[in-house]
């Protein structure tokens, strides 16, 4: 087969560990491989890149994708499916192994149903797909983030100041709870759970009045009780998302007229997609390309690779995309043990 690959949505580290793996195994199996630049705008203009075992020797530890990304939508562009079917026509593409989050993966359930053959694997620092455990790139995110609040700890208590820690994650609070709960943050705030400010303050006083630098961890997506989400801007991409972020600076200013406390905010930002990935994020990316390429080559088509407990398995991309996972209130109960 004539197998094409390709990476959407935001990168994450772990994307080229899946692409090797695609292409070692596949390889094996006698297919060949063609990769498509930047998401699905590569599929919609035919823009290829040469994709054999010389382009993917020594990607394993690199961050980012060497297929490039974007979030272009081909249902939201006239004629966007059919400049695909023309350019797999032209190319000769049997198959279609996509690697994104809900946004890409939704794109590749909507082609399977019609009549495109594709298989999906999962990935997004933000870990918020349906039907797998985890998705690669949320562990080097959460390990990244959690070095920053370590070495901020330190600033923090030299000067007194509290500080307040943006991270990603849209929607869904899970970089936000694993950072806390392994930054040790002594508030973490989540978008499942909307914060009451005066009690925010409330636990960083408390902290202060202890001798220490209250460290707050504060989801990009999160929102005061009876506000809404911070955002950038108005402007929505071409999946509908707004831009989140500002939160951790709003908060920062609100904390310090309540408790009178320096407080100053830090916006984690893109250094959490950067970089190499994490041995779990690499291990977890190499079974991932196994099994996808594996269905391919079985004729599996409309599922992706999903990770139960430690076994990798495949699912309806259907289920996949269902609904977004977001963090229990058990979950953030946990967490809640250490604010104060
Ligand atoms: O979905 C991954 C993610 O990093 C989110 O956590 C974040 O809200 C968004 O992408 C940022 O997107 P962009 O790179 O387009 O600014």
Same mark, same amino acid.
């Given at each position: 087969?004539?197998?094409?690959?390709?990476?959407?949505?935001?990168?994450?580290?772990?994307?080229?560990?899946?692409?090797?793996?695609?292409?070692?195994?596949?390889?094996?199996?006698?297919? %060949?491989?063609? !990769?498509?630049?930047? &998401? /699905?705008?590569?599929?919609? @203009? +035919?823009?290829?890149?040469?994709?054999?075992?010389?382009?993917?020797?020594?990607?394993?530890?690199?961050?980012?994708?060497?297929?490039?990304?974007?979030?272009?939508?081909?249902?939201?562009?006239?004629?966007?499916?059919?400049?695909?079917?023309?350019?797999?026509?032209?190319?000769?593409?049997?198959?279609?192994?996509?690697?994104?989050?809900?946004?890409?993966?939704?794109?590749?359930?909507?082609?399977?149903?019609?009549?495109?053959?594709?298989?999906?694997?999962?990935?997004?620092?933000?870990?918020?797909?349906?039907?797998?455990?985890?998705?690669?790139?949320?562990?080097?995110?959460?390990?990244?983030?959690?070095?920053?609040?370590?070495?901020?700890?330190?600033?923090?208590?030299?000067?007194?100041?509290?500080?307040?820690? %943006?991270?990603? !994650?849209?929607?869904? &609070? /899970?970089?936000?709870?694993? @950072? +806390?709960?392994?930054?040790?943050?002594?508030?973490?705030?989540?978008?499942?759970?909307?914060?009451?400010?005066?009690?925010?303050?409330?636990?960083?006083?408390?902290?202060?009045?202890?001798?220490?630098?209250?460290?707050?961890?504060?989801?990009?997506?999160?929102?005061?009780?009876?506000?809404?989400?911070?955002?950038?801007?108005?402007?929505?991409?071409?999946?509908?998302?707004?831009?989140?972020?500002?939160?951790?600076?709003?908060?920062?200013?609100?904390?310090?007229?309540?408790?009178?406390?320096?407080?100053?905010?830090?916006?984690?930002?893109?250094?959490?997609?950067?970089?190499?990935?994490?041995?779990?994020?690499?291990?977890?990316?190499?079974?991932?390309?196994?099994?996808?390429?594996?269905?391919?080559?079985?004729?599996?088509?409309?599922?992706?690779?999903?990770?139960?407990?430690?076994?990798?398995?495949?699912?309806?991309?259907?289920?996949?995309?269902?609904?977004?996972?977001?963090?229990?209130?058990?979950?953030?109960?946990?967490?809640?043990?250490?604010?104060?």
């Amino acid at each position: 087969m004539r197998i094409g690959v390709l990476t959407g949505g935001g990168d994450c580290p772990g994307l080229n560990a899946v692409i090797r793996a695609v292409v070692r195994k596949g390889t094996g199996y006698g297919h %060949e491989f063609v !990769g498509f630049r930047d &998401g /699905w705008r590569g599929p919609m @203009t +035919g823009a290829t890149l040469p994709l054999g075992l010389d382009e993917v020797d020594g990607i394993l530890a690199r961050g980012g994708t060497i297929l490039g990304s974007s979030r272009t939508n081909p249902y939201k562009e006239e004629g966007g499916l059919e400049q695909i079917r023309g350019h797999f026509a032209d190319l000769g593409i049997d198959a279609l192994v996509a690697i994104g989050g809900e946004d890409t993966l939704g794109v590749a359930k909507r082609l399977t149903d019609d009549g495109i053959p594709v298989v999906g694997v999962p990935k997004t620092i933000d870990n918020d797909l349906g039907a797998t455990d985890y998705t690669f790139g949320f562990d080097t995110a959460v390990s990244i983030a959690t070095e920053a609040v370590d070495r901020l700890r330190t600033t923090a208590e030299s000067h007194h100041r509290c500080l307040v820690v %943006e991270v990603m !994650g849209r929607h869904a &609070g /899970w970089i936000a709870l694993h @950072t +806390g709960l392994a930054g040790g943050a002594d508030v973490t705030l989540i978008p499942e759970v909307p914060f009451d400010v005066e009690q925010v303050a409330g636990w960083c006083k408390q902290v202060s009045d202890r001798g220490h630098a209250p460290l707050v961890v504060v989801a990009e997506g999160a929102l005061p009780e009876g506000g809404r989400e911070s955002a950038q801007h108005e402007k929505l991409d071409a999946f509908g998302h707004v831009q989140l972020g500002g939160i951790a600076t709003w908060l920062a200013d609100e904390l310090e007229q309540r408790t009178g406390t320096e407080s100053r905010a830090v916006v984690l930002g893109h250094v959490q997609r950067g970089g190499t990935p994490t041995a779990y994020d690499r291990v977890l990316s190499t079974r991932f390309g196994l099994a996808a390429i594996d269905a391919v080559h079985a004729g599996t088509f409309g599922v992706m690779a999903a990770l139960r407990g430690t076994d990798v398995v495949l699912v309806p991309l259907a289920e996949a995309t269902a609904e977004l996972k977001t963090v229990p209130r058990e979950r953030y109960d946990e967490a809640q043990v250490f604010f104060g």
